[in-house]
């Protein structure tokens, strides 16, 4: 996608063709700053501090990660303490175990002579796949969009909820729950999108308001609360979000607050999709009640960054010194509350037989 008419990916490789660049998501919306990653250590930092998050964008920067790891020691223990330190970073997304398993199948079978080059190859193929895949979630979300605005009177628009950050700057490119906005967007369809702010980190109001902006995508920020009001009052006509890990069973774990925006559409009647790439489901979790659930600093609570009338970016805190603090991360959307799943393979039912069908060479892994 596009930041002041420029074509960014989120990571790339460097021209000299071993660190790696990366947007500091950190810094957004205030200041655009790349950030260069030049060790092992520095990619696993750079994701448990989220100067890049969102599952695939973790997957492909720990796939990074190990490259690093390689070009600086190729031997199998330096290729087993990358695998361990990259795998610690963050809990919940799977596609970091399945990038990092990717990375170590690779790598394990070929001599350290040549682990290097290899595994610089690797990461950037992961990194093109989920473009890829986020290009053909946008195709099948597309004709989700196209459905609804058929529906409606000529040039009427379609209003879209999203929650948290699902958009370009969560993926390589594209995104998974923006990819079909996009995609309408360009079209000439007439898209609008409501954006959760997503407290605590306010990732929709920081960078998927910020990303839409870019790109020209009518939007509007709204407080996390006001979803249920907005599909009570008909002003939404369909939500669409990502996920940072899929069960077996169509259970979807996300954002903190998703499975209440879900329940607000079951009960208003808005069709209810998930945007997610193939490596995000985790066959190996039955159900969501198995996925485990990561609880962040409190420090995201209890402070707020943002630019003072004087142009500083300041941090400040807004809640009183002693109160205790819980930050649940994510919860989970139980696959009844769902209406579809858009994957790079087509729109599926929530459940183990359509995941199952749609994606049988994944059924086996973990």
């Not at 970073?89 to 001599?111: G, V």
Request: proline share 5%; charged share 20%.
């Amino acid at each position: 996608m596009k930041v002041d008419g420029r074509h960014f990916r989120t990571i790339w490789l460097e021209p000299d063709r071993w660190s790696v660049g990366a947007i500091d998501q950190r810094r957004l919306p205030h200041e655009f700053i790349i950030a260069r990653l030049v060790s092992a250590e520095e990619a696993a930092d750079a994701i448990r501090t989220m100067l890049v998050r969102g599952a695939p964008l973790i997957g492909a920067t720990a796939a990074y990660g190990m490259a690093l790891a390689m070009h600086a020691d190729p031997s199998d223990a330096a290729l087993d303490r990358a695998y361990k330190l990259l795998i610690a970073t963050r809990p919940t997304a799977i596609n970091l175990k399945w990038a990092l398993d990717q990375m170590a199948a690779a790598l394990r079978p070929l001599a350290p002579s040549v682990r290097g080059e290899a595994a610089y190859k690797r990461a950037g193929e992961i990194a093109n796949e989920d473009v890829g895949i986020n290009q053909a979630i946008g195709s099948h979300g597309l004709e989700v969009i196209e459905a609804i605005a058929a529906t409606k009177k000529a040039g009427d628009t379609v209003n879209i909820l999203t929650h948290c950050n699902a958009g370009w700057l969560a993926t390589v490119d594209w995104g998974t729950a923006t990819a079909p906005i996009y995609r309408a967007h360009d079209m000439g369809l007439n898209v609008h999108v409501w954006v959760d702010e997503t407290r605590p980190r306010n990732q929709g109001a920081s960078l998927t308001a910020w990303e839409l902006g870019h790109h020209g995508v009518p939007h509007t920020v709204i407080p996390d609360n006001t979803g249920g009001h907005l599909m009570q009052h008909g002003m939404v006509d369909l939500a669409i979000v990502g996920t940072d890990r899929v069960a077996a069973n169509g259970d979807v774990c996300n954002k903190i607050g998703t499975y209440l925006k879900a329940l607000a559409a079951r009960d208003n009647g808005v069709p209810f999709y998930v945007a997610l790439p193939s490596p995000t489901i985790d066959f190996s979790i039955k159900d969501g009640r198995e996925i485990p659930i990561e609880q962040r600093a409190a420090s995201e609570v209890t402070h707020m960054s943002g630019r003072t009338a004087d142009g500083r970016i300041e941090i400040v805190r807004v809640v009183p010194e002693g109160s205790p603090i819980a930050n649940y991360g994510f919860d989970v959307t139980p696959a009844r509350l769902v209406t579809g799943l858009i994957t790079e393979r087509g729109v599926l039912r929530p459940d183990h037989a359509a995941l199952a069908s749609a994606f049988p060479e994944r059924t086996g892994t973990r």
